[in-house]
Structure formats: structure tokens, C-alpha cells
DNA sequence: TTGTATGCGTTATCAT
DNA sequence: ATGATAACGCATACAA
């Protein structure tokens, strides 16, 4: 008659190798003073029954979760993906648990998530992307709760982050159109303010003009409230298709766009190829971010590559130093971006006067 | 001098309320015995201690973590992560924490992954998708933690489920490319037998080409065992564009293709652009789930659509359901697929012979 | 209706 | 080197 069917406890252990209930806990903790023949004995035990160490006691005991609060907004898409996947692999390997909270954008969706995340749950948070919401980081970072941002600075908040150069990523993205005869250069993008990322790539569009003696021409440049439509989350390649459609039917088109996001380039792509725009022949465009279908839709998309999954390991690696109390070196990394040339760009279309 | 900086408990709620720290508990557990004036006295200590439970404690008491486990093979691929997105949904609304875990295909990193999260850290598991992993599935039925598969069935094992009809999906799509005069079809897959799923799809084939009396010709089936490659997983589009580029080049072949999932058709297109045949008038694809990019790859892609996040849902609701202990209506249920129809596909080409 | 006391499975302190 | 025991924060059986 064994009480109940639960699973064996330390106290099962201790009992059936006649040891201490603390000895036991010694030697699953490997504590170098136990004596070889108590050592094996317990060892046996263990191995006998099957045991295992109840995680949640553990935690209850030592405040620690050897758990990571990961706050994505959307899991779904593919440049989040990836950066979630070099978490993972990190997070394994240094023996922690990943938990994942979905946003949508939604922030206070992100606030509850957090909230229950943060209730003695996680030992640490790691915020991707996302816009921007810092009540609820001000307030996190007042519980001194470790948190690290990923793609994302927060302005005004000291905190350590793993972003790309936003500025200079769009800028050469500039030059290089400029450098293949482009003069009038479009821009699609989230409407800026939301999200200090966003805010960025737009000074870099306008830099890049600039340097290259252009102006800003308001009228190439595409931010569209309806990105914020709660309704539409998730749907940036539609949404995108949709107001290009618009857009080529009844205005003046550039020679030449860049988006902030891929799926932002296989609207536009679309949108073009069913107004009878030949892409690069007519329309060079550049997307953002190199997720892995780039190279299967039709113009191949040329593209500013961020290193995703290494931003994800860099991400949580810094993290989980922290957590842990090593010592940090940089506590802002900014990671390198490049251009892939592939075949929606190319030389601009020569003007008929 | 206040002790340490921790979380208020209920203790400290109990002594600021003046009551017991059981009533405390009660209060919290919206028992409907306590007395309105102690409630609110309770509640306004809550309120300016600022507490929260502390979900370990809970969970080491009551013995359920309210938190479901999820086994994916790999959240970046986007058919898994709309039925993650689904998963989510629900979990939050009953209640529920996600644990998600990715295995990568990788059977023995499936074992290590759910043994850590059935050690008394999940109250139920939700295996999506991937190949079967018999053996542990028997250890985890035997341990009595209720377990749901999704897209998934798994020989000889009675349990839970929720899937879709392969044999039907893909015996409906073979008549469709017949109803268009293809007589020539092939079939790309992963090798059948690691996976039920794969092995159904198979079978829905051979089925269809037999009823319109077809014979399956060996000549227009690819499966390289190339696919179950470890280092190569979760590349199936670039696999299925080598395979298809050397075999575009080399062999003959037929005027459709049938595939079990959308990126193999991607990486299919992409091989067809490159040996210049036009889709649909030369060859037709069909391709597996309905993924978001169909839209937007080019020509847009004819494809039999699984509901992902249906799935996703119908999945963890009957798996809380039998965590809660509530009466199940069907243990195994069948969602319907659906063949969506879009430009990839078209009559068969005219043969000069 | 409210209070007291016990135990969930650990870790860690202090004896021995 | 090992054992006894308190404490982590909570839920609950039982007493009052």
C-alpha cells in the first residue's frame, strides 16, 4: 500500500537507503564531502525508484526558477522566429527553461503577460522587439528584475540591449540605390513614434538622401496609420499589398522602395506585379530583415540581413549573466547588418522625358 | 528595517490586515464565507503591500502548475507556429501557462525536452506534429499525465487527438488534377514510415491515382532519405530545390506535383523557374497547409489548407479538459481540410507525341 | 466566520 | 561525514 501514487520524494530516497533526508539532498547536489559508500547507496536508491528532483520545490526553496521570461509580440513571424530559436538553444545549454508570452502588440496584453511572468515566476526577462512600453519597464526595472532588450532601445531607458545600427543599416541601403542610378527613392514603413526602431530606419532614409544631395520627397514615403489597426495584427503583408495597390494605381511612383520588413517587400512585390510594374526593371525594392523565404519568392528580395538567431543567443547569453551575477562587458551590443544583393534590385529605369 | 526586499507573502498581508493568514488565503481563493468587513479589510492590505501569490508556492501545494506543455519540432516553421498561435490563445483564456519546447526532429532531444517538463512541472502535454517517438509516449501514458497529440496520430497507441483526414486531403487533390486532364503526377514527400502522418498522405496518393485508374509510376515519386538529414533540418525548402533542380535536369517528368507540405512546393517553384518550365502550363503544383506566403509567392500556390490555429485550439482545449476532469465528447477529432485553389495549378498541357 | 497547525519537497544551518 | 530541523509561501483539515 504506497501512499498515494505521487512521485518519489528526497524522503522515499532517504528512507529506502537509510540515510539522512539531508544527505540526500547532499549528494543530489553533488556536495564533494559525502563518502563514496553512502554516495552509492543513495545513488541506487534514486536509480531504484525512479526519482527525480520536484523542480517547483526547488524553486519555492532557493527563489530561483532557472526560468526566462521571453516576451515576443508575435511568434509567428518568421524574423521573430528565428531570433526565439537562438534563445532556445542557449537556454537549453545553460540549463534554463524558456517561457513565452505572445503580445500581438497589444500592450496591455504585454503588461498582464509580464506581470504574470514576473510574480516570483522567472528569474529574468527577455523583451524582442515589439513597440515601445515603458511604464511597464520602468516599472520592472524597479523590482530589479533582469531584463535585456532585443531590436529594441527604449529611449531614455539605460538597459542593457542587443540591437543592430539602425541608422546606418537604411542609410546604406540608400547609397546603394543611389549608386545604381536610383534618384527617386520610396519608403514604407509603421508610421514612426511608436517604436524607437522604426524612428531610427526613417532617420537613416532621410540621411541617406541627404548625403546624396536628394530630398525627401513626402510623397514616396508610405506610413500608413492602419499598421496600428489592432484588428489587422499580424497581417503587415496584406496590409502592405493593399495601400501599395492603391498607391500605384493613382500616384507618382519612385523608381526604387525601401521597407522596414520583408513582409512589408512581399506586399509591394505583389502589389506591383499586378500592376504590370517589372521588378527590378522598373521598381528596385529592398526589404529588411533576410528571413528565409527571401530567396523563394519571385523577384529573390534584396535585403538588409539582421543576424537573427545570434541576436537571439546574444540576447539571452547577456541575460542569463546577469541573472547569474558575471561579470558583463558590454551591456549595449550592437550586431552588424549587411546587404544581400539578390534580384528585386537593379539599375534604374532610364527616364523619358 | 524591513526583512530583505522580498514579495510580500500572505503573512504579511495577514498581520497589516489584523486576521489570519488562513482568512488571507480564503479571501485570495474567493471563498464565500468570509465576511464583507473582513474581505475588504484583507483586500486593502493586498492592495497597499501591493501582493501577488506566488505561483511555486501554489503549485507546490496544490500539486498542479496550471502550466501545459507544448512539444513542437520547430516553432520558425509557419505552419506550427499558427497552431502555436492558437494554443496560446486558449491557454491564456482558461488559465493556462504555455511551456513550449523545441526538439528539431531531434527524437532524442524529445525525450530530454518532455522529461523535464513532466517532472511535476506540467499538468498536461500537447505533442505537436514531428516524427513519432512511441517509446516515450508509452512512459508518459503510464505515468498517467494527460497528453493530446496534435497533427498527429501515432499507430497502435489509443489516445487522444486532433488530425485531419491525409488520405482524404490528398485523394481529393489527385482528383482534382485529374478533373484538369493530368495524367502524369507526381509526388514529393519526406521517405514514408518515421511518421503516421507522412504515411497517410502516401496512401491518400496511391488511392487517388488507383480510383481514376492511375498507376503510381516509381519515376514520379521523390523521397530522398536526404530530408531526415539532422544537420539539415528545418531546411526542407532548400532540400526539395536541390532534389527538384537535379531532378528537372535529368529526368523525365510528369505535369503535376503533389506535395505534403507548402515549403517543399516553394522550393519546387523556385527549381521549376530555374529549368524554365511555366506554372501551371507546363507542370501544376499543389502544395500542404495553407501557409501565409501562399499568397505572396509566385504563382500564388494551389495548396490544401489544414486549420492551423483550429488545430492548435481544438488540441488544448480537450487537453485542459481532460486536466480538469471534464466530460470529453470525443477523444479523437477529425478537422476538415480544404483544397484552396489558386494560380499554380491549371489544365494539363496538350502532349505532342 | 475565523484561527491554528500541518505538510507539500526542497535547501541549508547547525549539531553531532 | 551525517543527521535533525527550520524555513520557503501557500492551502486546507480541523478546532474554536
Do not use: W
Not at 42 to 49: E, T
Amino acid at each position: 500500500m504506497d501512499k498515494k501514487n505521487r512521485n518519489p520524494s528526497i524522503k522515499d530516497i532517504a528512507r529506502d537507503a537509510g540515510v539522512a533526508i539531508s544527505t540526500v539532498s547532499f549528494v543530489i547536489n553533488n556536495r564533494d564531502f559525502v563518502s563514496d559508500s553512502t554516495k552509492k547507496k543513495v545513488l541506487k536508491a534514486i536509480d531504484k525508484l525512479g526519482y527525480s528532483p520536484n523542480i517547483i520545490a526547488q524553486s519555492l526553496r532557493t527563489r530561483k526558477t532557472k526560468t526566462i521570461g521571453v516576451i515576443v509580440y508575435d511568434i509567428s513571424n518568421p524574423f521573430v522566429a528565428q531570433i526565439v530559436r537562438g534563445i532556445e538553444e542557449i537556454a537549453k545549454q545553460r540549463g534554463y527553461l524558456v517561457q513565452l508570452g505572445c503580445t500581438f502588440n497589444d500592450l496591455a496584453m504585454e503588461e498582464r503577460q509580464i506581470n504574470v511572468l514576473i510574480n516570483q515566476f522567472v528569474d529574468g526577462l527577455l523583451i524582442v522587439s515589439g513597440r515601445d512600453n515603458d511604464k511597464i519597464y520602468r516599472k520592472i526595472l524597479k523590482k530589479n528584475i533582469p531584463m535585456v532588450f532585443v531590436d529594441k532601445e527604449v529611449d531614455g531607458l539605460a538597459n542593457a540591449s542587443v540591437v543592430i545600427d539602425n541608422v546606418e543599416a537604411v542609410k546604406n541601403a540608400v547609397d546603394y540605390l543611389f549608386s545604381l542610378g536610383h534618384r527617386k527613392i520610396g519608403y514604407i514603413s509603421y508610421p514612426v513614434s511608436k517604436q524607437t526602431t522604426v524612428k531610427r530606419r526613417y532617420e537613416g532614409y532621410c540621411k541617406g538622401l541627404k548625403n546624396n544631395g536628394l530630398k525627401v520627397n513626402p510623397e514616396y514615403v508610405v506610413m500608413d496609420e492602419i499598421y496600428f489597426n489592432q484588428e489587422l495584427e499580424g497581417k503587415d503583408m496584406e496590409i502592405t499589398f493593399e495601400i501599395m495597390n492603391k498607391f500605384l494605381m493613382t500616384k507618382k511612383v519612385p523608381t526604387a522602395f525601401i521597407t522596414i520588413s520583408d513582409l512589408f517587400a512581399y506586399g509591394l512585390l505583389k502589389a506591383l506585379r499586378i500592376n504590370n510594374f517589372r521588378v527590378p526593371e522598373d521598381i528596385s525594392v529592398i526589404g529588411f530583415d533576410n528571413i528565409i523565404f527571401d530567396n523563394y519568392v519571385y523577384p529573390s528580395l534584396t535585403t538588409i540581413k539582421q543576424p537573427k538567431k545570434l541576436m537571439g543567443i546574444t540576447g539571452i547569453n547577456l541575460l542569463i549573466d546577469i541573472i547569474e551575477g558575471n561579470k558583463i562587458e558590454n551591456s549595449t551590443v550592437i550586431l552588424d547588418t549587411e546587404l544581400i544583393i539578390r534580384e528585386s534590385t537593379g539599375p534604374a529605369p532610364n527616364e523619358i522625358t
